[in-house]
């Protein structure tokens, strides 16, 4: 599990390299909104995009799709948000500070201000964000941003299985923003009010619907391991009973040990047929499936795998971060923090450095940069010594630097470091793009 101390540095080295910074932060920051950087919004879309790959590139049997974020209130009417999704909410009387009641310490204490006994009654809050479409603010023009992306699939099985030509069992997936008021957002980008997710519904046969539940969890929790995280540090709970959503016969999360405890990275959820069958209920709409093979009609099943790309680039960046001694070219002990991030979430591929600002070697590190840049996401760095620049993608978690030398100019050939190794060796800048493309993939 990561210490305290690691989920600090972690933060410090994403604010200092430009991974993420506090949202409206020359105003005073925003209570829990984050803004990713240069890098940061790399290193999600990589997170993105690997999951994208996984889910319906490599697969047959799985689509995308990308919904409205504002859908008629009847959608959250059906879904049993506007009723169910709620927090049990108390006040502090002395220090006026909100918190979940069910997260109160034993003690019934304050966690800000200490006082015991100073809880109001709880009051049931709804987390979803309140808006008004058109320029009435009445009841009639009443919307709310989702809180999650699923719904915009159910209200959309018929238009993609029609238009898709698939049968059960097939998923929809997608990637979009939600939105949540959480009551107490918190741990940097864990638990935000604004967040992104990447959800999959799989419509199966009824009767399948345990098999392939089980499937998906083995299929989810593998993922990350395949992305580098160490199978100490993910472990799949399955929910008790009570505390299942409203909407499912079955539920286990994919949870990550994060500096404060073991906290959900992925649920997976078997949703039955309740969403298809309040969405028709609710519209009027038949949204069964006719087997015709079997010459039967039913509702499918549903198993749904809901993860937040927030988490899991959070999780990865836990993961891959390390601090590690190593001795120099002149014996002296040196400290060298790297993040051991997969080539594949790695938000700079390739480092392109110039061994001096030398007016003939950087023209020449330019021409190897041109190469390298239509097949790799890359840095071009030619300022401070060679050691620091290393460093520098060393924190970032860039996999290779190439070193452009006066010899260079000569043998037409580089220097290929490795992040995780330190290792060298010479490279023909011909052969330098097929090197680095075997190396990183």
């Not at 992305?227 to 016969?249: A, C, F, N, Q």
Request: with cysteine.
């Amino acid at each position: 599990m990561a210490s305290p101390d690691q989920m600090e540095r972690v933060v410090n080295l994403a604010k200092r390299r430009g991974l993420v910074f506090p949202s409206s932060e020359i105003y005073g920051g925003f209570r829990s909104t984050w803004d990713y950087g240069p890098l940061g919004v790399l290193l999600k879309r990589n997170v993105k995009e690997a999951w994208w790959r996984s889910m319906v590139q490599m697969r047959d049997d799985i689509v995308g799709l990308d919904s409205s974020i504002l859908m008629t209130p009847k959608v959250w009417e059906a879904s049993g948000h506007v009723a169910t999704f709620t927090d049990p909410l108390v006040d502090c009387r002395k220090c006026k500070e909100r918190f979940r009641a069910d997260q109160l310490p034993e003690s019934g204490a304050c966690p800000k201000c200490g006082s015991k006994d100073s809880f109001t009654e709880a009051r049931q809050f709804n987390l979803m964000f309140k808006t008004f479409v058109g320029p009435v603010e009445d009841d009639a023009s009443v919307a709310y941003l989702r809180p999650e992306t699923a719904q915009g699939i159910f209200v959309n099985f018929a238009n993609v299985q029609t238009t898709s030509r698939k049968k059960p069992p097939f998923g929809i997936a997608q990637i979009g923003k939600s939105f949540r008021n959480e009551i107490t957002p918190g741990n940097f980008i864990f638990r935000t009010r604004e967040f992104e997710q990447m959800e999959m519904e799989f419509f199966v046969p009824p009767a399948d619907s345990q098999k392939w539940f089980e499937y998906w969890c083995a299929e989810r929790f593998s993922w990350y391991l395949d992305l580098g995280i160490p199978e100490d540090m993910l472990r799949l709970r399955p929910h008790d009973p009570d505390e299942l959503s409203h909407y499912s016969t079955g539920t286990a999360d994919v949870e990550f040990a994060y500096p404060w405890g073991w906290g959900e990275l992925e649920g997976v959820a078997n949703r039955g047929d309740y969403d298809l069958k309040q969405h028709s209920e609710f519209s009027g709409e038949d949204l069964s499936y006719f087997d015709q093979e079997q010459d039967s009609r039913y509702l499918p099943h549903v198993i749904e795998p809901a993860a937040g790309a927030d988490r899991a680039t959070l999780a990865f960046l836990l993961a891959a971060y390390h601090e590690e001694e190593i001795e120099g070219a002149d014996g002296k002990v040196d400290k060298r923090t790297v993040l051991r991030l997969d080539p594949r979430l790695a938000p700079i591929k390739v480092a392109v450095l110039a061994l001096s600002k030398n007016e003939k070697l950087v023209p020449t590190a330019e021409g190897v940069a041109d190469k390298l840049r239509g097949e790799f996401m890359i840095d071009v760095d030619v300022a401070g010594s060679i050691g620091r620049r290393y460093r520098r993608q060393d924190e970032v978690g860039t996999p290779f630097c190439v070193t452009v030398d006066f010899e260079t100019i000569d043998d037409h050939a580089v220097t290929v470091r490795s992040r995780d190794s330190m290792s060298q060796e010479r490279v023909a800048v011909e052969e330098l793009v097929a090197h680095l493309r075997e190396r990183l993939t």
